[in-house]
C-alpha cells in the first residue's frame, strides 16, 4: 500500500509542477506576440489548469476506467467551485463585473444541462456526445477570441494589477510547455493507476476515488492560481479562471474521453434503489454553481457567506462520498 501511495502523491507533484511550466510557457508565447491578458486567462490559462482532468480522464478512458473518466470532470467542477472558489471568496470577499460573467455562465448551464440529458435519460454517453461537447469546446474558445479581439481596450485595461510576465527566450517557453505536458501526462498516469490501486484495496469504488480525491488532486492548479491571485489582490481573476475550467471539465475532459472510450453511467452506489449520482453528484454540481453565479450576476458582488455556504456543502459531500 505504502508505494502505491508515494507513487499517488509523486503523480499530484507532477500535475502541479506540469501544469505550473505548461502555463508558463503559454502566457510568455502569448504575451510575446502581444495577445490581450484577458484573452490569456479566459483561454489559455483555463485549458492550462484543466489539462490534468483532461489527461487523468483520457487516461482512465483509454484502459476502461468510466468510473475515474465520469467522476473526476463532475468532482472536480464541484472542487472547483465549493472548495476553491470558496475559499477565495470567504477570505475576501469582492465585487466583478457581472457582465463578463453573462457568456461564460449561460454555456456552463446550458451544457450542463445538456449532459444531465445524456446522463438521466439514456445512462450513457455515446461517441457522439462526445463529439458533440468537443464541438461547443471549439466553439466557446472560437467566439471568445472574437469577442476579445473586438475589444481590446477593455481586455487590457488595469495594465498597472497586472502581474509583469518574466521575458524569456522564445525556445525556452517552447520547452516550458511541452515539459510541461509531458510532466501532466505522466503524473495523471500514476494519479489513475495507483489511484485504482488504492480504491480497490480499500473496498472504495472507482467513482468515489474519482469524484473526491482524484477531482482535488486534479483540480490543485486552479488552488495555485486562486491563492496567488487572492495574494496579489486579485481574486476576481480566479473567479473567471473557475467558471472556464469548469466549462472546460464537461466540453474538454467529459468531451475526449467519451469520444475515446463511450461508457455508461457508472452504477457503484445506489440510495433509495437509484443510483446516487443522479440524485446527489449531478444536483451538487448544479448547487454549487447556482450559488456561486447567481448573486454576482444579479447584484454584481460575491460575499463571504457563499464561501461559508460553499464550504460547508463540500465538506458535507465529501463525507457523503466516503460514508454511503
Not at 488595469?158 to 503524473?187: H, M, N, Q, S, T
Not at 500514476?190 to 486534479?218: C, E, F, R, Y
Not at 496579489?232 to 464537461?250: D, P, Q, V, W
Amino acid at each position: 500500500m505504502l508505494i502505491p501511495v508515494l507513487l499517488l502523491l509523486l503523480g499530484f507533484g507532477l500535475l502541479i509542477k506540469g501544469g505550473d511550466w505548461f502555463v508558463d510557457g503559454a502566457v510568455g508565447i502569448a504575451h510575446r506576440f502581444h495577445l490581450p491578458e484577458l484573452l490569456i486567462g479566459a483561454t489559455i490559462v483555463s485549458i492550462g489548469t484543466t489539462l490534468p482532468e483532461v489527461m487523468v480522464s483520457a487516461d482512465a478512458a483509454f484502459v476502461g476506467n468510466s468510473g475515474i473518466s465520469y467522476g473526476n470532470a463532475i468532482g472536480s467542477i464541484i472542487c472547483n467551485t465549493s472548495l476553491i472558489a470558496a475559499l477565495t471568496i470567504a477570505i475576501r470577499p469582492m465585487g466583478v463585473d457581472k457582465r463578463t460573467l453573462y457568456f461564460p455562465v449561460a454555456v456552463f448551464f446550458a451544457v450542463a444541462l445538456l449532459y444531465a440529458g445524456f446522463a438521466y435519460f439514456t445512462g450513457r454517453f455515446d461517441r457522439w456526445n462526445g463529439i458533440l461537447l468537443l464541438a461547443i469546446f471549439v466553439t466557446y474558445l472560437a467566439v471568445t477570441v472574437i469577442q476579445m479581439k473586438k475589444h481590446p481596450v477593455q481586455a487590457e485595461e488595469d495594465e498597472e494589477g497586472e502581474a509583469k510576465v518574466k521575458e524569456r527566450p522564445l525556445w525556452l517557453e517552447l520547452v516550458l510547455l511541452v515539459v510541461g505536458a509531458a510532466a501532466i501526462a505522466f503524473g495523471a498516469n500514476l494519479l489513475v493507476d495507483n489511484g485504482t490501486k488504492i480504491a480497490a484495496a480499500l473496498g472504495v469504488p472507482d467513482s468515489v476515488i474519482g469524484l473526491t480525491i482524484i477531482a482535488l488532486g486534479t483540480s490543485l492548479p486552479e488552488l495555485v492560481t486562486a491563492i496567488t491571485a487572492l495574494v496579489k489582490g486579485r481574486s476576481a481573476l480566479s473567479l473567471g479562471n473557475i467558471i472556464g475550467a469548469n466549462l472546460f471539465n464537461l466540453v474538454l475532459v467529459s468531451g475526449a474521453a467519451i469520444t475515446i472510450s463511450p461508457f455508461s453511467l457508472p452504477a457503484g452506489k445506489f440510495l433509495a434503489g437509484h443510483n446516487a449520482s443522479l440524485l446527489v453528484d449531478i444536483p451538487v454540481m448544479f448547487l454549487v454553481m447556482a450559488i456561486l453565479c447567481i448573486p454576482p450576476i444579479l447584484h454584481g458582488k460575491l460575499k463571504r457567506w457563499q464561501g461559508i455556504l460553499l464550504l460547508a456543502i463540500y465538506a458535507a459531500y465529501t463525507v457523503f462520498q466516503f460514508l454511503l
